[in-house]
């Protein structure tokens, strides 16, 4: 018996969304690598592929409690995890935050979904930054929501521009997603900015989704405020995890932690338990992880110093790029990567995706275009300072060497 033979497609929910890192450029990186080309990849801020490791007290304690990690454990994660996670916050100035106010997902990305279905209905919108971590964008549009991205300015260091926010709220905002230490930019946003972005919160009765994945990779003496501790009448979700800090990413562990107007949000705290629920729980071996982590000797402190491993990488990728002529780039205060700027003047790109497929397919170096952070103009493009100095400074070379090829004569 035979019948006529549809085409099966995706959902219409999926027509908008995009998530570009992992996309088009790199699915061309691996026919070329299937190929037997060595590609060099400063796409993704995976630290274990570049001799990254994670502490060993993770290992230990994730492989010591191995065998009594085979079941489901309660739904928003092992209490251990959730309470080291909540002397954590202390440590950061949240307030009133108890165990029962964290949950434990497979990465923060997990997280990131549950957190906008939960709260989105269609046409809601939310406030995200211009350039952004895609999965944000992508995550309300799954979820129904429209994403409105306010710009964040270069020629301030990247910090958001107040005026911008102000300017993009509407009746139908219902939050605001603060993504700092910032990737791709690098920023650390200043406290009385930080400050600011509350008020216009308050003013608007706005959430506030605050991405801290990055917060403990700093540099030149940086400090981290962490504005879930200044915005203790404000419903607060702050989002962590061991992907970054601890070169963990292969475990996904990452946590939501919920804070200030609980009151208010009842609701909605309910139906974060409900999805929370609905995936059972979180991967629990890798939870093991999270006490020592939290509780352990930072390691991280000493690979963002000067003399450090990322500290001296940042700053000789930074010092390559910078030099390059009709580039420049804003100097990192934080997290793993640069957002360098291609000088339309200079480099006239009217696609940024067609540079960096370009750029791959004669120099072999793969980075990520600017507009897939939803930056709005083909003039950027972002570089992770992960490999090693060789390997940067080989990169990065062959990047200078593919532009001065197409610079505007």
């Known amino acids: ?3 006529k033979q549809t085409t099966v497609s995706k959902s219409d929910k999926l ?5 570009d890192i992992r996309g088009p450029v790199l699915r061309e990186a691996h026919r070329l690598e299937d190929e037997g080309h060595r590609v060099i990849k400063l796409n993704i801020g995976n630290p ?3 001799g990254f490791e994670a502490p060993e007290e993770l290992l230990q304690d994730v492989i010591h409690n191995l065998p009594d990690s085979t079941g489901y454990c309660h739904s928003k994660g092992l209490f251990p995890a959730r309470k080291a996670v909540m002397q954590y916050t202390q440590t950061k100035g949240i307030a009133d935050v108890t165990v029962d106010d964290i949950i434990i997902g497979n990465g923060v990305s997990e997280l990131i979904v549950m957190a906008m279905q939960a709260l989105l209905n269609n046409g809601d919108e939310v406030l995200l930054p211009a350039p ?18 306010y710009l964040c300015d270069e020629q301030q260091d990247w910090q958001p521009a107040l005026d911008d926010i102000r300017a993009k709220v509407t009746s139908r905002t219902k939050a605001l997603v603060i993504i700092n230490p910032n990737n ?3 920023a650390n946003y200043h406290p009385d900015l930080l400050a600011e972005m509350v ?4 003013e608007h009765n706005l959430i506030i989704f605050a991405d801290e994945i990055y917060d403990k990779i700093l540099y030149d003496d940086e400090v981290h405020t962490s504005i879930a501790s200044m915005a203790e009448d404000l419903l607060c979700i702050t989002f962590n995890g061991l992907s970054k800090n601890y070169r963990a990413a292969g475990f996904r562990a990452g946590w939501m932690v919920i804070s200030g107007a609980k009151y208010r949000a009842e609701s909605y705290i309910e139906g974060l338990d409900m999805l929370a629920s609905m995936r059972l729980c979180a991967n629990v071996p890798s939870q093991h992880a999270i006490q020592a982590a939290l509780g352990g000797y930072q390691s991280i402190s000493d690979l963002v110093l000067p003399t450090g491993r990322l500290g001296r990488q940042r700053d000789k990728a930074w010092e390559m790029l910078d030099s390059i002529p009709g580039v420049s780039c804003v100097k990192p205060k934080s997290a793993l990567y640069l957002f360098p700027r291609l000088d339309p003047k200079v480099f006239p790109f009217q696609d940024d995706e067609a540079f960096v497929l370009d ?45 001065d090829r197409v610079r505007k004569k």
């Open 1 to 3: 018996m035979s019948g």
């Open 15 to 19: 027509h908008d969304v995009c998530y």
């Open 48 to 50: 274990a592929p570049f």
């Open 132 to 149: 952004d971590y895609p999965l944000w964008t992508a995550a309300v549009r799954l979820s129904g929501g429209n994403p409105v991205h």
């Open 184 to 186: 791709p930019t690098g």
């Open 199 to 202: 008020k216009i919160a308050r």
């Open 359 to 403: 750029l791959l397919r004669q120099e072999k170096v793969l980075v990520v275009q600017g507009t897939a952070f939803n930056w709005p103009n083909p003039d950027h493009f972002r570089v992770v300072f992960l490999p090693r100095l060789d390997d940067l400074q080989d990169s990065i070379g062959r990047i200078a060497e593919y532009l």
